[in-house]
């Protein structure tokens, strides 16, 4: 099993930076790619940024340019590095595992709050 879990949320003003932490822990060789997706309220859930096992990287693109997700493969632990935060960037985002065998496995979700 897997287990994921996010920490560096919260709230900050827009303009400003936050960078979130997902550690995952078990059987860390069946992971193939993690992710980090976000829903807003009244929203469905939507991708925000993807890395392989190799490192490659896909965003969405209302995020380009301003948030980085990267991997220590060392300490099993996935970043999404968010910068130029805006309102519309408020959200629970929520970690993602997807497995060699097809399974995907969430973490509980963290909160961002992006406002004055």
């Known amino acids: 099993q897997v287990q994921l879990v996010e920490s560096g949320g919260g709230l900050v003003q827009p303009g400003g930076s936050l960078r979130l932490s997902c550690a995952a822990s078990?059987?860390?060789?069946?992971?193939?790619?993690m992710g980090w997706y976000r829903q807003a309220p009244g929203k469905q859930r939507e991708l925000v940024a993807t890395?392989?096992?190799?490192?490659?990287?896909n965003y969405a693109d209302s995020v380009k340019a301003r948030f980085i997700i990267s991997r220590d493969n060392a300490k099993n632990t996935v970043y999404l590095q968010m910068n130029n935060l805006k309102p519309e960037d408020t959200a629970v985002y929520y970690c993602?595992?997807?497995?060699?065998?097809?399974?995907?496995?969430w973490g509980q979700g963290i909160q961002v709050t992006v406002s004055s």
């Open positions: 993602d595992a997807a497995l060699i065998t097809g399974r995907e496995i």
């Open positions: 078990g059987t860390i060789f069946s992971i193939n790619a």
């Open positions: 890395i392989t096992k190799g490192s490659s990287t």
